[in-house]
């Protein structure tokens, strides 16, 4: 509906970032193909990392959201954006599925918080980490560590045309097949999170000779359990795998079946 | 069948491995060479410039040459423009009473020619199979009918099978026995010995214009390949009652050795359905990019790709999805690999065993039948 009217229909967007390394806002301001078009057609009416101007007030067509909820106020402001704003995405999978930052979540928060901060703790108010569906109705998943291009657009274009977005739900495995790359998993024995993590990337990792480590998450149903016992097979220790597992997939249940 | 006549006839002549080469490089002038490069079980089909880049001994690959080359992992059908104004009457109210225009683009058909060289008979047997699918199946596909003229097939009898393969079972392998839909058949005569070439198309026919530089096959030529056959027919290790198999999995469609091996190994990953030379289900998605606020014209591409009824998303449809559960997912693959032969009145596997193989936890099909048909 939108987009027949586009020429008048800037849809007013706001850019958030809770706890994350600001990836996907950079991805989104300065390095992905279609900044050009996405400056043009949306109007960023606050996005911190693209200007300093812009009110956080709102209310917005489109709330962007980067970013792992740890600290309480973070949720008080996750549910004022999703009051303002008629469509809310997560981006990136540290708001999806907690991403680093939800590393932290396999310690007692108060290790974590000597660690970092030694005696200077108090005061502090971070808590275990959660991801904003956590909070609040999400519209859409903008997965990846940045967000893969394919998503990203299908999003943005979805929010112009005003259709729901259709975001990709298969494993890594099959983008690498299609681009024909050799399996590192089968043929050498490299740990690779393909099999159960979520499609968007292409395949990046596993096509420059990578074991895909999970950084757009797990897709749905991924047989943790399954992958597991190959990885064993394969001789990784336990300690390994639950490294594997929990480099981005911390705050995942552990066994996804059926 | 001795004698030239009988040959000339039959189109077999036995020519010098190194003729046959100086033959392919020529054939390069014309088409596109694309043959197996890198040995064993992980050789690939690859554009190659001369014959000698090719490793002919080569025992498998992990795609599908047929499927690869004919049937694209990718490819753009159909995009259309949108502008300003549109005729169609539905869309008037959105755009305030405006007109649009929506034209459509078909992008052209595949043009290059290729020659696809030592296809192994399990996978000729798969591009018969999809054949059935996109040039005879209810819906004549244009972009495969498109390449598949233009594909130049030279198939290969196997000289060794691996442990996975069972192409013997369904009569696909490991000599071919399909003596049409594809253009020449090669048969590796041993050391020094040359290649058996036998002209099955008119085109080959046609372009192999060296025929009667080789020598009519002598009748201890075809005796040593019957040999060559029966002693390779002894080394495969899988066994399974293929005839007894249709209707009889469908059955038993919650067997436990289907369910409990999807629980504890199936991962959803759909390595098995990317690598069968015969899995031919790909989904049709519209692409739009953000170009679409290039003034005012919006370019919406309709973009197909192979898919498989292992991810979960395949299934899904309005208001639910049909095949939630792993291991109705599983038997899909394995029954319509091993059952479902009313579909297309052949079973849907050539055995060449690509899914075992590469199946990250192992998962094999025969296995699984073997144990539900127990
Ligand atoms: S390399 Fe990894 S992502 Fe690619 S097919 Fe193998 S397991 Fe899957
Ligand atoms: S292959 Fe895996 S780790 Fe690499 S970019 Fe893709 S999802 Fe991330
Ligand atoms: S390749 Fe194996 S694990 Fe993956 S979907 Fe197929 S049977 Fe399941
Ligand atoms: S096994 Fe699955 S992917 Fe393959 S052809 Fe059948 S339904 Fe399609």
Known sequence: MSFYKKRAFRPRTGFFKFTCCTGCGFELAYFQKSLEETLRSFDFTFFRLASSAGSPEGPFDLALVEGAVTEPFQIIELKKIREK??????????????????????????EIERAAYKERFFGLSSTRPNVIDDYVKVDGHIRGCPPGERDLEEALASVLLGKKPEFIEYSV???????????????????????????????????HHRACYSCFGLMGQAN????KGKFRKLGFSEEDIERFFTLFGALEPSSTLI | MTGASASQKDY????????????????????????????????RFEDISRFA??????????LPPGKRYLFEPAEEILSYDISGESNIPGNNRETGGKQQKISVNLPGLPAGRR?????????VNAILYLDKVFLRGPYIDPFYTARRENTFIIALNCKSVTDLCFCHLLGAGPYLKARAGYDMLLTDMGRGKGFLVELVSEKARELFDIFSSGRPPEEKDLSAMREAEASLLKGFKKNLDMAGLQNALLSRPDHHALTETSDSRCLSCSNCVMVCPTCFCHNVREETGLSLSRGGKSRIKKIRRWDACQDISFAKVHGGNFRAKRHARLRQFVFHKLDYEGQLGTKGTVGCGRCIRWCPTGIDLTEIAMAMMK
């Open chain 1, 173 to 207: 495995c099959m983008e690498c097949k299609r681009g024909g790359n050799a399996c590192v998993l089968v043929e050498e024995g490299l740990p690779c999170m393909g099999p159960v993590t979520n499609a968007g990337c292409g395949a990046l990792c596993p096509a």
């Open chain 2, 12 to 43: 077999k002549t036995v020519i010098p491995g190194d003729v046959f080469a100086l033959w392919v490089d020529r054939l390069g002038e014309q088409y596109t060479l694309t043959g197996p490069v890198g040995g064993g079980v992980t050789a």
């Open chain 1, 85 to 110: 704003s008629k469509v809310l995405y997560a981006v990136g999978s540290c708001a999806i599925v907690g991403g680093i930052p939800a590393i932290k979540a396999l310690s007692p928060e108060i």
């Open chain 2, 53 to 62: 880049q090719m490793d002919l001994d080569y025992q498998s690959t992990m």
């Open chain 1, 224 to 227: 943790v359990p399954a992958l």
């Open chain 2, 115 to 123: 020659a696809l060289i030592g296809v192994h008979p399990c996978d």
